[in-house]
Every structure is written in C-alpha cells, then in structure tokens.
C-alpha cells in the first residue's frame, strides 16, 4: 500500500530530471571530555572548529558516506519517503564562516518539494538521528580520535532549506 500512496504523492509534478536538496542544519557545540567523564569544557577556538569542516558520516565496514536514507524504510511516518526515492540523508559537519560557528546537517535528495508535514517528518527523523542513532555514535566515534575534542551529535536549532 505504501508504495501505490507514494508513488501518487511523488509523481504528481514531478520532473524525474530535477532533485529537490532539502538540508536540515544547525549550529552545533564542540566540546571536550575527559576519558572517564569527570571533567568536560566548551570548545570555542577557531582553529579546532574548522577542523570539523567537511567531516561526514562513513559507514565503518566499508568506509564509504553512510546515507541514512536507507533507515526511512524503518519508520512508521517516514517509509513512504523511501519508497517515493528519497535518498541522500547524509550526516555532516561544516564551518560556517560568516557565523563563526561549526554546523552539523543531514541532507537529502526529493524527487520534488515537500510540504510542511513530509518536512515535518522528515524533520523527526534526523532529530532521532542526532539524538540516539547516528550522530551520537559519530560524535562519539571523532572524540575517539580527536584526544576526547567532539561535536556534539545534535543542533541547538535547526533551519530547513529547500533548493532545487
């Protein structure tokens, strides 16, 4: 059923040849943490910052970008997505030079422009995703390497954009 619904909602106005980029970012703290937890401290410096400029998620056995797209199938609000052709859904962190500021972003590719409640859920999603699946598995995968020094998984806000 779910693919005859998606398959109306997705074709209507649809041009296969145009992909619709819709981005879910915000700014994000960078933090240190001491290995057995007891002390941790905010990040500010510029340098260390742009550091994380560019990083995204890959995927450990295979070392390719994870697209979190592949999880919408798992979702009771979110499976229609998938099967519409939504894909992308990748997860990561750049410096935003005019804010001074490191930001963290999934980012997805819609066979068309989504409405408020598809953006809605698409939202609830990649805050599932940054809370408790991915993004706090990266962090935590960086401060691994990075002597405790992370972003965290989630933004403190997050802006939505729509761009063909």
Not at 59 to 71: I, P
């Amino acid at each position: 059923m779910f693919s005859y619904i998606s398959k109306l909602l997705f074709s209507k106005d649809s041009n296969k040849d145009e992909r619709v980029n819709v981005s879910f970012a915000g700014p994000v703290l960078v933090g240190w943490q001491s290995y057995d937890g007891s002390e941790s401290r905010e990040i500010k410096d510029l340098e260390t910052l742009q550091k994380f400029d560019g990083l995204k998620c890959k995927d450990e056995s295979t070392n390719e970008v994870e697209e979190l797209s592949v999880y919408l199938q798992d979702g009771k609000d979110t499976a229609y997505f998938y099967e519409a052709g939504v894909r992308g859904g990748v997860l990561g962190y750049n410096y935003n030079e005019e804010k001074k500021q490191l930001w963290i972003s999934i980012d997805f590719q819609s066979p068309r422009k989504l409405n408020r409640k598809e953006l809605n859920d698409l939202k609830n999603f990649c805050e599932g995703q940054w809370y408790d699946g991915a993004g706090s598995g990266f962090s935590g995968e960086i401060a691994d390497h990075n002597d405790g020094i992370s972003p965290l998984g989630h933004p403190s806000k997050v802006y939505v954009t729509q761009a063909p």
